[in-house]
């Protein structure tokens, strides 16, 4: 039927064109072009439809839109992690907010303990898998880590950011221990370069007790991609309330926006029961049970040294 229709409006343009000029057949050869304009405003329309009943907490509703979303693009990454998400939301999860990482595992497997660590002595990044790379819409996004106590091993924290595997660090930051045992953010100032959309970065975090043997760092590395979406993005625009936000990245699989938009609302109300509620759903959703109560640091932090890639002076460096 859409097809007969897309004929007749192909025929209607032709008619009304001076004669000669254009051919039928060129007008024909244009039908393809028209229906994959059409596949792509379905699915668009699916997708957002279904980011509005996630918001109005109607699950099914919200899974059958993602459901017809990806019968238009099989294998669409937006679609089937939308339709992960809802479904855990459906089975039982009574959470306010909760994310199905694509391949779970708990942290562990990826961090190296150098010797000089006593028992205890462990960074926790706070990311959904370490078989996961980690999606964010930000081209400067924040890393959270959950950090021990300072003790007399550690002499220094220190955070790299590299382009795919490229050796030489994009982004380097080296700063002192902290006293107290807690969650911090590092973020990516408005003077570093941004990340690039599509492409893939490796952060990696130590903690140093020799900085003349490095090989006794406790070692955690993982990645990171920026990823634009005109759905999500849509949605979000059009989605006043910060919580609601969140529900949707994480809906959407971007992880570091949820995780990022919960912590600043932390920070600005610490003893909101709902916020605090909504921060602890999301990380035991992931199996961060364990930081789930911890403080979040301040947001600013003692630099030694801050350093940008292809030999940019130096600079201070913090949290946000």
Known sequence: MKRKLWKSYLFALLVCLPFGAVSTSKIFALEPVFQVAQVTNSYNQYMRLGYTETKRRNYRRALGYFQQAAQLRPGDIYATTAIRNVTGYIQGRKTLISFVPGKPNRVGSAASRGACFQRGEVVIP?????RDTQYTTEERPTFFFSIPQASRTVTELEFVLREDENLDPLYKENFKAFDQAGIVGITLKANQPPLKPGKEYTWAFSMV????????????EGKIQVMQDENIAAQVKETPTPLDRAVLY?????WENALSILADLRRQSPNDPKIKQYWSDLLKSVKLDAVADQPLLPPCCTTQQGTMGNGAAERAGGTR
Do not use: E, H, M, V
């Open 126 to 130: 706070l990311i959904p898998s370490n």
């Open 209 to 220: 007790c020799d900085p003349n043997s490095r090989d006794r760092d406790f070692y955690l």
């Open 250 to 254: 994480a809906t959407a699989g971007f």
